[in-house]
């Protein structure tokens, strides 16, 4: 029997896909990453690891130099617009749970696993945007990229995000990312505006009639350490065509929107260096994540609209479970134990994601008044109710495993 070491081919070099290349090649099997964007520093916004995300980039050894380069977030407190505070959440999370949430740049994450997996051996090929996928039996599988060129591997795992092409070959004619009606602005200002504020070490959210701002440290840096968001009903206007906006014009809109809301509103978005703009995006639950030796992992598998900030820590968790999974057991098994695995718990947190994006639409002056009492009495019930999604942790799931050395399969 002659025993090869698998290739696996991974669609996207966004979060999953790195991470889950190092997991892989720390085991001994060929990684091969593709990513359809030319490489680039610096691009996109802020986000939160929280703790059962941060458990993950514990296990490749990154824990300790995100919470360098970004900012340990010690609570998350809710406020309305005319300053009245809601209550907090999110309080003593790394006594908690062995870890802290931390913010960060979505770049310097990016930047930081890119590196990790480059050191680990994995290959890393920046413009190819995979198109098609060709799986015949006897046959390797082949990714088939907008440049002509291919790749074989022994199976393939789409970690595309939400806009997965990986997803259009494990589900024809499945759902589409579809707008939740919800439009994301963000940037990133000074540290000193936070300073100024004296907001310490928390997250602050602020609810108005419609629409949210929310806002917390991101990093050292003096000149950007400070992250910023907005998250607005469209009324007709989608992310493109705010996108086609000058930034004096964008601006404008946030101090409009956002005129009376409590400070430091007004200056993060007078202070904020380049104004960002996003699409709220869901995706309709897949009846399948598999299909043949392809597997979807992170977005690609279960997007998720951004309001319960868990969306890159289950693409953190996905990466470490189906990796462990596919050193375990053999391809169809891996695939098998992971779905029915992973299926229960990223589609409670996408539903959650969904009740909590309902906080952000149109209230009436009433309905605005009742969400806030509702919210001053259900936070603190709420808080101890999430345990469940900060509590996790892969090496309380299974066991680290053996990766001393290659570890060899035999292939199919
Ligand atoms: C405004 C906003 C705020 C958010 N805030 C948070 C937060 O605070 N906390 C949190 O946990 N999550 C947050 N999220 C969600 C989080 O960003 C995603 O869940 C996470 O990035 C998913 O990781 P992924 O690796 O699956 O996909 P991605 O990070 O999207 O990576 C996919 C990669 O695949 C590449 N790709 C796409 N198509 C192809 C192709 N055909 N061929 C090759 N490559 C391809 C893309 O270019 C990309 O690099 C937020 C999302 C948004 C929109």
Request: proline share 6%; net charge neutral; glycine share 10%.
């Amino acid at each position: 029997m002659i025993r090869t070491p698998r290739k696996a081919l991974i669609i996207g070099g966004g979060i999953a896909g790195p991470v889950i290349a190092i997991f892989l090649r720390k085991a001994g099997f060929d990684a091969a990453v593709y990513e359809a964007w030319p490489y680039a520093t610096g691009i996109g916004g802020g986000l939160q690891i929280a703790p059962n995300g941060m458990h993950v980039l514990g296990a490749l050894g990154l824990a300790d130099e995100m919470i360098c380069r970004g900012a340990v977030c010690e609570s998350f407190d809710f406020y309305a617009r005319n300053g009245n505070r809601l209550g907090a959440i999110n309080r003593n999370m790394k006594e908690r749970f062995g870890q802290p949430p931390v913010n960060m740049r979505r770049a310097t994450l990016n930047e930081v696993v890119i590196d990790k997996a480059w050191c680990a051996g994995v290959e890393l090929y920046f413009e190819k945007r995979l198109v098609r996928i060709e799986d015949r039996a006897d046959q390797p599988i082949i990714a088939h990229f907008d440049d002509g060129s291919s790749a074989e591997g022994d199976f393939l795992i789409g970690a595309d995000g939400v806009h997965s092409t990986v997803r259009q070959h494990v589900v024809p004619d499945g759902p589409r990312p579809f707008d939740t009606g919800l439009i994301g602005f963000g940037g990133f200002a000074p540290r000193a505006v936070l300073e100024d504020a004296a907001i310490g070490p928390r997250m602050e959210a602020t609810f108005g009639r419609s629409g949210f701002f929310g806002y917390g440290y991101c990093s050292p840096d003096p000149a950007a350490g400070a992250m910023w968001w907005s998250t607005q009903p469209s009324r007709g206007l989608d992310a493109a065509s705010y996108r086609a906006m000058s930034q004096q014009a964008l601006r404008q809109h946030l101090r409009d929107f956002h005129a009376g809301w409590r400070e430091p509103i007004r200056r993060l978005i007078d202070a904020a260096d380049t104004i960002g703009v996003t699409d709220t995006l869901d995706v309709a639950t897949l009846p399948n994540w598999s299909r043949g030796r392809t597997m979807l992992i992170g977005d690609a598998a279960h997007a998720t609209s951004p309001h319960a900030g868990q969306g890159a820590s289950i693409a953190l968790e996905d990466a470490v479970r189906l990796s462990r999974l596919l050193i375990e057991e053999e391809l169809r098994a891996a695939f098998e134990k992971f779905e029915s695995e992973r299926r229960p718990r990223v589609e409670r947190i996408v539903a959650l994601a969904r009740r909590n994006g309902g906080n952000k639409r149109e209230f009436s002056a009433t309905g605005a008044w009742i969400r806030d009492r509702m919210m001053q009495l259900l936070l603190p019930l709420g808080a101890k109710g999430m345990d469940w999604m900060y509590a996790y942790n892969p090496d309380s799931v299974m066991p680290r495993p053996e990766t001393s050395g290659p570890h060899y399969r035999q292939v199919a």
